[in-house]
């Protein structure tokens, strides 16, 4: 026989002092509770309950064990109304891994105000530029800046990157704006070295995205160190507009060659499975709108 609906069975006889009630209440006949109950006693080696024609009265043993299955039954309901809301609510901790760039500037932001909003939620963010599969460090979504090598993944993408190429005022003055990309062979361009296109900037071409190499004295692997020093006057850069937007916003960047950039990069949310939870869900709504409001594009405007 099922363990727990013995159990059950068990508690409400001893609750409802009989068969008959206990019967009715569990929507099974007296037969069958009475067999519930024997098969407990069997399997404990002693008696639960000491039966008259007249009084049913639990035993020493019966005692102890109706108190534990009390706090056995109580437990599970509780565990069971947890876990159902994990279907309504979002709870528990979420996983998110993201690139180091994109994280530190527009994720981290978002995620502070995502936490605000839903305080029952954990969120533990993994940054990383390391070439691996979007979901391969085990988390629960990922965001993925360009295309997806993986297609069995699920994909949605919420925004759009746009690459600039700008430097400080101050470079400007002293080394002249370029007209056309051809024209970067005479100035100080600050590069990335990380990623798939290390010393190579895209532009817009006649027929889709033209790589062009660049030069200068400066190379970083990280995407900040280099905004950095572009900032002091040292070069140009090119970079995404959520890195620089603020920059350019407070006239601390300047952006030039706007009409040759290259086609915009999509920017996806990818997560493994169709079927989300209330706390996957919910962030992934709330990333779509969180990008919505700033123009969709993370304009710079």
């Known amino acids: 026989m099922d363990k727990l609906t013995s159990i059950r069975a068990f508690v409400a006889v001893a609750e409802h002092g009989g ?4 019967a009715e209440s569990e929507r099974l006949s007296k037969g069958m509770m009475s067999k519930h109950i024997q098969a407990l006693e069997h399997t404990l080696g002693t008696r639960l309950f000491n039966r008259s024609t007249r009084r049913l009265k639990l035993t020493e043993a019966g005692v ?4 534990g299955c009390q706090r056995v039954l109580e437990d599970l309901a509780i565990l069971e109304q947890r876990i159902a809301g994990f279907g309504n609510k979002p709870q528990g901790l979420l996983k998110v891994l993201a690139p180091t760039s994109f994280g530190s500037f527009q994720l981290a932001p978002a995620l502070a105000d995502y936490a605000e909003r839903y305080p029952d939620v954990q969120v533990q963010l993994t940054l990383s530029d390391r ?7 085990g988390v629960d979504l990922a965001l993925h800046i360009g295309g997806l090598p993986d297609s069995s993944l699920i994909a949605r993408q919420i925004a759009e990157v746009q690459l600039i190429v700008c430097g400080a005022p101050a470079y400007f003055a002293r080394h002249g704006e370029p007209q056309t990309p051809a024209d970067l062979a005479a100035h100080n361009c ?3 070295s ?6 190579m900037w895209l532009f817009h071409g006649d027929n889709g995205d033209l790589p062009m190499r660049v030069h200068g004295d400066f190379e970083a692997s990280t995407g900040d160190a280099v ?6 006057g040292h070069g140009l850069v090119q970079l995404p507009n959520y890195m620089v937007r603020g920059d350019l916003i407070a006239a601390r960047l300047r952006a030039t060659l706007q009409a040759q950039a290259p086609a915009p990069t999509p920017l996806y949310v990818v997560y493994a499975h169709r079927e989300l ?3 996957v869900r919910v962030f992934i709504e709330y990333l779509e709108q969180h990008f919505h409001d700033q123009v969709a594009t993370l304009s710079v405007t």
């Open 194 to 199: 990380q990623g798939a296109r290390k010393g």
């Open 277 to 279: 939870s209330a706390t």
């Open 64 to 67: 102890a064990y109706l108190a």
């Open 131 to 137: 070439a691996h599969g979007p979901l391969e460090e």
């Open 190 to 192: 600050l590069r990335y």
């Open 227 to 232: 905004r950095m020093a572009a900032l002091s």
């Open 19 to 22: 068969f008959s009630a206990a």
